[in-house]
């Protein structure tokens, strides 16, 4: 069955780095694009882009260009999120999502577990 | 940017009674390449990701309960929740794919 299994919850200080991983099963990782979602504590939710995982071309929506990073290591079939120069305000849980379709970045029907990522001093 | 705009922002429904919440979106969703309008609605609980409950803005995900429809198009959409259970306390989102940066609505609350 189709699951994708996210690295567990971080800690980190301000200004340093964190890398969240999304591990695909049940299918290849290169037959889908693979979304990335933040949820703020409290908050709502908030797509941050998705990554092309032919071209392993990324696309990311205003907020989350700069520091922000999508990438893929297809041997293993995970896909990455890299944060650089975090700040409280990056505190939040991360999801990645896949769509439905193959060939086709729309409704998003498998999601990750979600990874914690708080920032703090 | 499109903008998805919910309401209510919470709303408290009987056990066995119907729930409705509706999304606009500042621009139409509406693909004219299949007639359909790009949206989806996601339910999440506590500790949860969302689970995708409806998309093509009527068309039902797989497994998800026939008490569960959404209605619209274009630019005013609708879930609705013909009887409401104990267990459909949750958050629910719309969603937009018809272009990116796809949007979410700012979420409903739905309490017994």
Known sequence: QVQLVQSGSELKKPGASVKVSCKASGYTLTKYALNWVRQAPGQGLEWMGWINTITENPTYARAFTGRFVFSLDTSVNTAYLQISSLTAEDTAVYYCARPSLDGYNYYFDYWGQGTLVTVSS | ?112
Do not use: H
């Open chain 2, 1 to 112: 940017d499109i903008v998805m705009t919910q309401s209510p922002d919470s709303l408290a429904v009987s056990l066995g009674e119907r729930a409705t919440v509706s999304c606009k979106s500042s621009q139409t969703v509406l693909y004219s390449s299949n007639s359909k309008s790009s949206l989806a609605w996601y339910q999440q609980k506590p500790g949860q990701p969302p689970n995708l409950l409806i998309y093509w803005a009527s068309t039902r995900e797989s497994g998800v309960p026939d008490r569960f429809s959404g209605s619209g198009s274009g630019t005013d959409f609708t879930l609705t929740i013909s009887s409401l259970q104990a267990e459909d306390v949750a958050l629910y989102y719309c969603q937009q794919y018809y272009r990116t940066p796809y949007t979410f609505g700012q979420g409903t609350k739905l309490e017994i």
